[in-house]
């Protein structure tokens, strides 16, 4: 027979034993109700640092949700900006392109002149030894070219 199905059996040892767990829990009853006595005085004042929490953090998004939105307008300007000088670089490579096509001899006298100089963030970094020349051709010194990021 398992233990789930057997009657149960209370003896002497049994009854004094459930009396004294009862004996103790009712002398530890006070102890038990003050401190759920102080848990429930401890959580009176939750409702009110909740709200000043809550009002802190509202006063603190609302400047910041207009500052997102100003962000947001500069980023877009920003953008078509970018928009517009891609468009007009396109076009002047199309210029170029067609001015190189109908003068006869262009692309060679292109060919010898010697490189841009870096962008002004390539030169900074070169001064700063943070770049590292390039070659353009196989076994060129890299003298007069453009620099790369290291």
């Known amino acids: 027979m398992d233990d789930q199905n057997r009657p149960l059996s209370f003896g002497p040892a049994q009854l004094i034993g459930w009396g004294r767990a009862l004996l103790r829990e009712v002398a530890f009853a006070p102890a038990t109700i003050a401190g759920a006595r102080r848990l429930l005085v401890g959580t009176a004042h939750l409702p009110d640092q909740l709200e000043r929490v809550v009002a802190a953090v509202e006063g603190t998004t609302e400047p910041?949700?207009?500052?997102?939105?100003?962000?947001?307008?500069?980023?877009?300007?920003?953008?078509?900006?970018?928009?517009?000088?891609?468009?007009?670089?396109?076009?002047?490579?199309?210029?170029?392109?067609?001015?190189?096509?109908?003068?006869?001899?262009?692309?060679?006298?292109?060919?010898?002149?010697?490189?841009?100089?870096p962008p002004p963030?390539?030169?900074?970094?070169?001064?700063a030894g943070l770049a590292r020349p390039t070659s353009a051709t196989p076994g060129s010194t890299g003298e007069g070219q453009g620099y790369d990021a290291p």
């Open 64 to 117: 910041l949700s207009g500052s997102l939105e100003d962000v947001a307008e500069a980023l877009a300007e920003i953008r078509d900006r970018l928009d517009h000088l891609d468009t007009v670089i396109w076009h002047l490579r199309d210029t170029l392109v067609s001015l190189i096509a109908a003068v006869p001899g262009a692309r060679r006298a292109l060919d010898r002149l010697p490189p841009p100089p």
């Open 121 to 127: 963030a390539a030169a900074a970094r070169r001064s």
